[in-house]
């Protein structure tokens, strides 16, 4: 993706099954689990870079003996730096103790990390916010081991305000207003109550405060806790946590905005964000492992009994479209076929735009997460020239010499490398005068493979804000001297703020939108961006659930088409000697690629949960106002 948007979380547990003398004897070492929890961070090391954590829980350990250990990083390099960290403490230990090198239970209970249920979790940090505090998982800590609670999450709350009013309803100080806090004080909440009512049921059939408590870990009801915690949740989550005696969870949406995959066996229970870190990490076929279904929880208890439980009503199945054009790794089996199928259905208007001249056109693509989607391109647009060559050859049978035969067949593709990423430049610097100085050297090009009379086609997964295109792309390209430079997308037009997740909150940074706003100048149709802006303020006190998306009034006078050359106009400038046109991909044909991953509300509009309405009201609300706040 040219333009620079904030990668989803990713999220890594691990419950062992065994003891941690079975995987010494099978794999030669107790750090089993923690290798694991490093590959597993590792191969999801594109969703997060700007910080990363650990936490783990040693089984029934004696009373005076840590089982709880964390580690959060926020370097440059967070999933090595925590592993070094980790390292660190391991190494110092078996120094000062060689005896504890081949004696598992030694090392169990004297060495931190060392136990059987890992939470991982790595982040790009949002809002501004990378602060070490910020970093996952969250730890709330109580003597009570079955109080103590961990959890790390990807996923975005659209009614923060409210769910932080009902804390201070249950009587609650929460420390600050942040997503992840307010979640886990909630969890907490019921956690405690639970816990509780546990103690009070156990002591009147004569059980004392110590007997009760390995009573208390085995009937303890965690999906009867995450159903009353997620009660008014509103927004897309995975969310995973650990409870201080062991017991483990995983929490879907109901809507399947977030992924979650696991698997399991009679060795392990693991869950990720991705369906191939699994496979990689543990060597399993893709169909061996499962996706979490939506509103269901994946549930391990202290005794290793694993069950999936229904904790919210599932919706309509919206699961994030962006995950499959970009965030998640291309080399799942169905994301690199749907990304090679995104490039191969929009081939049709590429054909179009460049009257079908295959052979004075060259292909290329943004590096570096659109070169599937290209690949799915450059085969549709080998089929139109096998199309044109048959076609030539049936025309000219009659006449049709060896020379004449051999000419037509020798016409190839042209495919070259042109935009080169200079991947030691980071562009996502919140300072604009900075960020756009940086943003004019982040691409270099390749020079004398495109000639004067040439269609120069290069294909983006996504243009967002277009401001890599404007400031850097479009003129290393225009250097190249061809006549016309089409800039394909492989996603629809974002049009709406992600309220789920994704770093885009305001509508003025859209291309899309900067675009229908110059049409309606254009078209003396402006009028209507203060019927809107009305619409929208008289909604402000309205529930969720009754606000309307009225900022789609913006885009209806127009066609797709009629944004989409808008745009071009918009990202060319006068510095532009070719020809420049944008091709965006039509969310029918989205849909087609990616039929599971149906959620398209930046596209669309059409949000999968009532909060986010209100978040794209107040977002054209701040726009309006010239209010640089987000909408959530």
């Not at 090392?107 to 602060?131: D, M």
Request: net charge neutral.
């Amino acid at each position: 993706m040219s333009d620079a948007i904030k990668h989803e979380c990713g999220i890594a547990q691990v419950r062992l099954l065994k003891p941690l003398e079975y995987y010494k004897k099978k794999y030669g070492t107790a750090f089993y689990g923690l290798n694991k929890m490093y590959l597993m961070l590792e191969k999801q090391h594109n969703r997060g870079q700007d910080g990363a954590g650990l936490a783990s829980i040693k089984l029934d350990t004696d009373p005076g003996e840590r089982y709880i250990s964390r580690v959060r990083s926020n370097h440059a390099q967070p999933i090595q730096d925590i592993f070094a960290q980790i390292n660190d403490r391991i190494n110092e230990e078996l120094i000062k103790h060689p005896e504890y090198t081949t004696d598992v239970a030694a090392q169990k209970k004297n060495i931190p990390y060392i136990g059987e249920v890992f939470l991982g979790h790595v982040r790009y940090g949002t809002f501004g916010k990378n602060s070490i505090e910020s970093v996952h998982p969250f730890l709330r800590q109580n003597n009570w081991m079955h109080r103590n609670l961990i959890v790390a999450g990807n996923f975005n709350m659209t009614n923060v305000s409210k769910m932080f009013d009902n804390l201070v309803e249950l009587g609650q100080h929460p420390k600050e207003k942040a997503d992840t806090v307010t979640v886990m004080e909630k969890i907490g909440h019921f956690l405690d109550s639970e816990v509780r009512k546990l103690y009070k049921k156990l002591k009147k059939e004569g059980y004392s405060k110590q007997q009760a408590s390995p009573h208390i870990a085995e009937q303890l009801n965690v999906a009867k806790i995450l159903r009353k915690s997620s009660k008014d949740w509103d927004g897309g989550y995975a969310m995973a946590g650990l409870i201080g005696h062991g017991d483990s969870f995983v929490l879907r949406d109901p809507a399947g905005i977030r992924p979650v995959y696991y698997y399991m066996d009679d060795e392990a229970v693991v869950v990720a964000s991705e369906r191939p870190v699994i496979q990689t990490v543990f060597d399993v076929a893709f169909e061996d492992v499962k996706e979490l279904e939506p509103g269901h929880a994946l549930i391990t208890k202290k005794n290793g009994k694993t069950s999936i439980k229904k904790i919210v009503e599932p919706l309509e199945r919206k699961a994030c479209s962006f995950e499959r054009i970009y965030f998640s790794r291309g080399s799942d089996a169905e994301i690199y076929q749907e990304r090679k199928n995104l490039g191969k259905f929009i081939m049709p208007d590429v054909l179009k735009a460049i009257d079908y001249d295959t052979i004075n056109s060259v292909f290329s693509f943004i590096p570096n997460t659109a070169e599937t989607s290209f690949y799915g391109m450059v085969e549709a647009a080998q089929d139109e020239l096998n199309r044109q060559k048959n076609e030539a050859i049936l025309e000219e049978k009659e006449n049709l010499t060896d020379k004449r035969l051999t000419e037509i067949l020798s016409h190839r593709l042209r495919t070259e490398k042109i935009a080169i990423k200079d991947v030691k430049l980071r562009t996502f610097i919140t300072e604009d005068s900075s960020r756009n100085d940086l943003v004019a050297h982040v691409y270099d090009i390749t020079y004398g493979v495109v000639k004067p009379t040439d269609n120069l086609v290069i294909i983006d997964d996504s243009i967002v804000r277009g401001t890599t295109l404007k400031m850097s792309i479009l003129k290393m390209l225009d250097r190249l001297e061809p006549k016309k430079i089409i800039v394909v997308s492989s996603a629809p037009q974002i049009r709406y703020p992600d309220c789920y997740g994704i770093d885009m909150a305001r509508l003025e940074d859209f291309i899309a939108f900067k675009a229908a706003l110059e049409l309606l100048k254009d078209h003396d149709k402006y009028a209507i961006i203060e019927g809107v802006y009305k619409k929208c303020k008289d909604q402000t006190e309205l529930d969720d659930t009754e606000v309307q998306n009225f900022v789609k009034e913006v885009y209806e006078p127009f066609t797709d088409k009629q944004i989409s050359d808008k745009i071009g106009e918009l990202l060319s400038d006068d510095s532009i000697k070719a020809e420049v046109k944008v091709i965006y991909q039509t969310v029918e044909k989205l849909h087609e690629a990616c039929p599971k991953n149906l959620g398209d509300w930046y596209f669309t509009g059409d949000y999968p949960t009532a909060g986010g309405n209100r978040v794209v009201n107040r977002a054209f609300i701040n726009f309006y106002e010239g209010n640089n706040k987000r909408a959530y």
